[in-house]
């Protein structure tokens, strides 16, 4: 098995994941991508696409709202049917009031203390695979990486020896358990 810890979004990869959540949506000229990537520092990809799927539903939800005002409209008398079907949509973009609105309700899901605790791990794991001071740390030693294998493979298989053990007199105890139950029963 191998641990790959993946970071959480540069701003770049932020501005590309609002992109790419909002390729097929329509999105108004007020709203700029690389603002909506410095006030989302912190959060993940999960969380970018919840506040790009929570904006386009308030963007639903306000065209959903004004196309019942405009059929009331129509009952009404104000307007007739085709005048009604002529108007423009009220609402054909996903708008900054959108995400505004959606960044109200917006959490990160990834807490400083677990970054915290990631970028220990990290740093640790670099520890522990950096070799003498001669080489730059993006240098990776095949001998050093084998010499630790090598020394956590003997501990596994010390640690396998003594399960055996340790089943093998489970073994010899069943063994005699059985003979005594023979012995009770004839």
């Not at 909002?22 to 709203?31: E, I, Q, T, W």
């Not at 506040?51 to 065209?63: E, F, T, V, W, Y």
């Not at 010499?147 to 007199?169: F, R, T």
Request: aromatic share 4%.
């Amino acid at each position: 098995d191998q641990l790959i810890y993946i970071p959480l979004p540069d701003r770049d990869s932020r501005i590309s994941i609002f992109k790419a959540n909002l390729r097929k949506s329509p999105v108004a000229d007020d709203v700029d991508m690389e603002i909506l990537a410095d006030v989302t520092d912190g959060f993940s990809g999960a969380d970018i696409t919840e506040i790009c799927q929570r904006a386009a539903k308030n963007a639903i939800r306000d065209s959903i709202t004004a196309e019942i005002e405009r059929q009331k409209r129509v009952e009404a008398g104000e307007l007739t049917q085709e005048e009604a079907d002529g108007l423009p949509d009220p609402v054909p973009y996903i708008t900054k009031a959108h995400f505004e609105d959606s960044m109200s309700k917006a959490r990160k899901s990834v807490g400083d203390d677990i970054i915290q605790q990631y970028d220990d791990f990290t740093a640790k794991i670099k520890q522990q695979w950096s070799t003498s001071g001669e080489k730059s740390s993006n240098e990776y030693d095949i001998d050093a990486a084998a010499k630790i294998q090598e020394m956590e493979e003997s501990e596994l298989n010390a640690v396998d020896d003594e399960e055996e053990e340790e089943s093998g007199l489970n073994a010899v105890d069943d063994e005699e358990e059985e003979e005594e139950e023979d012995a009770v029963e004839a």
